[in-house]
């Protein structure tokens, strides 16, 4: 259901999510759930159910951070014991998106 959520946040900003997109920057390579690739910007909802942890290591989350941090690419990325129910996973959504919003206008 996060999946579903995050999607609905990010088209109703206009955003064009490919779910289950092979994404690969530099030495980065995941499947990510979501992502715009006109916008680069996109999400990664992550669960032990779908051993989501086991598909980035530490270098890759620095990385990501990083690219995040320099306005390369975002990448919101939630680990689903980080919030407590869908209203949670929507206005950290929420919040992470206006910070895109901000940063990309350069403000």
């Avoid at 999607?7 to 390579?29: H, N, Q």
């Avoid at 942890?53 to 680990?79: Q, V």
């Avoid at 407590?84 to 959504?93: G, I, M, P």
Wanted: hydrophobic letters at 35%; aromatic letters at 10%.
């Amino acid at each position: 259901r996060g999946r579903e959520i995050l999607k609905d946040v990010f088209e109703a900003r206009g955003l064009r999510i490919s779910e289950d997109f092979p994404f690969r920057e530099a030495d980065v390579t995941v499947n990510l759930d979501g992502w715009d690739p006109s916008a680069r910007v996109g999400y990664e909802f992550m669960t032990h159910a779908d051993r989501d942890h086991e598909d980035l290591d530490p270098d890759e989350m620095l990385r990501i951070s990083e690219w995040n941090e320099s306005g390369k690419l975002f990448l919101f990325i939630i680990d689903e014991t980080d919030i407590d129910d869908e209203d949670e996973l929507r206005e950290a959504a929420s919040r992470f998106l206006d910070e895109v919003d901000k940063r990309s206008r350069g403000d």
